[in-house]
């Protein structure tokens, strides 16, 4: 859209620059469409780091538990 937006912009005054853009004036449903469009790009955004996160915690966890296996083993062979 071309639009230039402030560094601490907030949703109001988000709206109202898009609201007085030409481009939103002469073609609303593609403007809705792309506002639209970028939701679901930072929902997917979020869902994916969701998951590398869950799989972060599950492979810590793997580790974890070997080293634990590890150390029961060290103490069995000393005994």
């Known amino acids: 859209m071309g639009l230039e937006i402030p560094a601490e912009a907030k949703v109001i005054q988000l709206k109202n ?11 609303i449903d593609f403007v809705r469409e792309l506002m639209s469009n970028i939701q679901e790009e930072k929902r997917d955004e979020k869902e994916l780091q969701k998951l590398k996160l869950s799989q972060f915690e599950k492979e810590l966890e793997l580790i974890n538990a070997n080293k634990g296996l590890a150390n029961i083993s060290q103490v069995s062979e000393t005994k």
Not at 17 to 27: G, H, M, P, R, T
């Open 17 to 27: 620059l898009i609201e007085s853009n030409d481009l939103y004036k002469d073609d």
